[in-house]
């Protein structure tokens, strides 16, 4: 079970989405193997936009990221959320 950052609800790993943070980037980890410290997120874009809005990934990882290191990140979620939606995933 983890958490995700934006709803703070917990989850079984294997239904969230994984985001790393490794030698100062940030990364969406789509196949649960990066290396580096990981948080979670919902597949809904509600939390997504909750975890902006809280600026929850600057408080997971205990660093100032600014936007533009965060918004190519939560885009890729959102990309990812959409091709379940869609059934491509």
Known sequence: MR???GCMTSYPKDTLIRIAYHDGVLTVD?????PG????????????????????????FKKN???????PVFDRVLELIMEVVNGQR
């Open 30 to 34: 789509e196949d649960g193997r990066a």
């Open 37 to 60: 410290r990981g948080v979670y997120l919902c597949r809904n874009g509600e939390c997504v936009n909750t975890a902006v809005k809280r600026k929850a990934l600057n408080r997971a």
């Open 3 to 5: 958490r995700c950052i």
């Open 65 to 71: 990221f600014k936007d533009d290191e965060t918004g």
